[in-house]
């Protein structure tokens, strides 16, 4: 469904605007490998003449914390990107752009003129797989801004902008063999005869749906396993000069009993759910968000395992 921001105008008079800018968009929401479109509407009431019209989209990063929020000050650009609709880019260098304005005094330089009437210019600006996805949480937040820009040939400019919401969307075809890493409790490993293998036959999920698998505990002295205890977490991360977690979520967790504690081998099936209401895998510059997949094993001493899965907010409809 298009969204629309709110038209900008230069009035010529105490009534009538000469000129209203408007900015609109295609969806709601906007997947990375694929386009951001909408189209921007030029509304004149009588020729005029421009220099430049261009759309644009920026992203920007303002971690939590006074610190970190003064090393950034206010937000750090990670992303821009510009399409120019009509007229000429804009210089560069600053002896061109006094130059511009010179000839513009002048009357050497008038710009393009336009009719009077409507002009509508659609567009199309490629977001890169790599970007994170929009955040606002614990850890700060992550936004992305649209703009549609005029600049008339006086050298005034008028501008509209509109809040983008970008969902990152993981790449298929990348599965590879699951490595299950632990430390256990104090942070120290344990040699241990017991060993897990677990099957995952998607790593990737969206919000609100399930991750499903099997596992398998070898068990060859047969060690008293009391429970196993698959579990979901999400950690929202600030990174800078030092790591700092801010919150960690265990959002579900399927526990399994064996029927025998001290068989060699347990099998058995899972399935865990992500929330529609908690935040996606972020990678950002200085903010992440990180879900683990934990394996618990209830034994003496206690082993645990861990794996990173992605998260993803759902696509947004075509």
């Given at each position: 469904m298009p969204t629309r921001g709110d038209p900008k105008q230069v009035k010529s008079n105490g009534r009538n605007p000469a000129l209203s800018?408007?900015?609109?968009?295609?969806?709601s929401a906007f997947a990375t490998a694929r386009q951001m479109s909408g189209v921007v509407l030029l509304r004149l009431r009588k020729p005029i003449n421009i220099r430049s019209l261009s759309v644009s989209l920026e992203g920007r990063e303002t971690p939590s914390g006074v610190a970190l929020s003064r090393a950034f000050r206010g937000g750090a650009s990670f992303f821009a990107r510009?399409?120019?609709l009509s007229g000429m880019e804009q210089p560069r260098l600053t002896s061109d752009r006094v130059s511009q304005l010179w000839n513009a005094f002048l009357g050497r330089d008038t710009g393009r003129t336009l009719s009077a009437g409507e002009h509508i210019y659609p567009f199309s600006i490629p977001l890169p797989a790599s970007?994170?996805?929009?955040?606002?949480g614990r850890a700060g937040t992550i936004d992305y801004t649209a703009s549609a820009r005029v600049q008339l040939a006086t050298g005034r400019t008028l501008r509209v902008t509109r809040e983008v919401a970008v969902v990152s969307i993981p790449r298929t075809g990348r599965a590879q063999p699951i490595a299950l890493s632990y430390?256990?409790?104090g942070g120290n490993v344990h040699t241990a005869s017991i060993s897990a293998d677990l099957e995952l036959p998607d790593r990737a999920v969206a919000l609100g749906g399930k991750?499903?698998?099997?596992?398998?505990?070898?068990?060859p002295n047969q060690t008293e396993i009391r429970r196993v205890?698959?579990?979901l977490e999400s950690c929202e991360w600030v990174r800078q000069a030092a790591q700092k977690e801010l919150q960690r979520q265990m959002l579900d967790e399927w526990v399994i009993e064996p029927a025998d504690p001290t068989?060699?081998?347990i099998e058995a099936g899972f399935e865990l759910t992500a929330p529609l209401d908690a935040p996606p895998t972020v990678e950002g510059t200085a903010i992440s968000v990180i879900w683990l997949?934990?394996?618990r094993i209830d034994a003496d001493p206690p082993i645990e395992l861990k794996t990173p899965v992605t998260v993803f907010a759902p696509a947004p409809e075509s």
């Amino acid at each position: 469904m298009p969204t629309r921001g709110d038209p900008k105008q230069v009035k010529s008079n105490g009534r009538n605007p000469a000129l209203s800018l408007e900015l609109s968009l295609s969806r709601s929401a906007f997947a990375t490998a694929r386009q951001m479109s909408g189209v921007v509407l030029l509304r004149l009431r009588k020729p005029i003449n421009i220099r430049s019209l261009s759309v644009s989209l920026e992203g920007r990063e303002t971690p939590s914390g006074v610190a970190l929020s003064r090393a950034f000050r206010g937000g750090a650009s990670f992303f821009a990107r510009e399409a120019l609709l009509s007229g000429m880019e804009q210089p560069r260098l600053t002896s061109d752009r006094v130059s511009q304005l010179w000839n513009a005094f002048l009357g050497r330089d008038t710009g393009r003129t336009l009719s009077a009437g409507e002009h509508i210019y659609p567009f199309s600006i490629p977001l890169p797989a790599s970007l994170p996805a929009s955040y606002r949480g614990r850890a700060g937040t992550i936004d992305y801004t649209a703009s549609a820009r005029v600049q008339l040939a006086t050298g005034r400019t008028l501008r509209v902008t509109r809040e983008v919401a970008v969902v990152s969307i993981p790449r298929t075809g990348r599965a590879q063999p699951i490595a299950l890493s632990y430390p256990t409790a104090g942070g120290n490993v344990h040699t241990a005869s017991i060993s897990a293998d677990l099957e995952l036959p998607d790593r990737a999920v969206a919000l609100g749906g399930k991750i499903t698998g099997r596992l398998t505990v070898a068990n060859p002295n047969q060690t008293e396993i009391r429970r196993v205890i698959v579990s979901l977490e999400s950690c929202e991360w600030v990174r800078q000069a030092a790591q700092k977690e801010l919150q960690r979520q265990m959002l579900d967790e399927w526990v399994i009993e064996p029927a025998d504690p001290t068989s060699p081998a347990i099998e058995a099936g899972f399935e865990l759910t992500a929330p529609l209401d908690a935040p996606p895998t972020v990678e950002g510059t200085a903010i992440s968000v990180i879900w683990l997949l934990k394996l618990r094993i209830d034994a003496d001493p206690p082993i645990e395992l861990k794996t990173p899965v992605t998260v993803f907010a759902p696509a947004p409809e075509s």
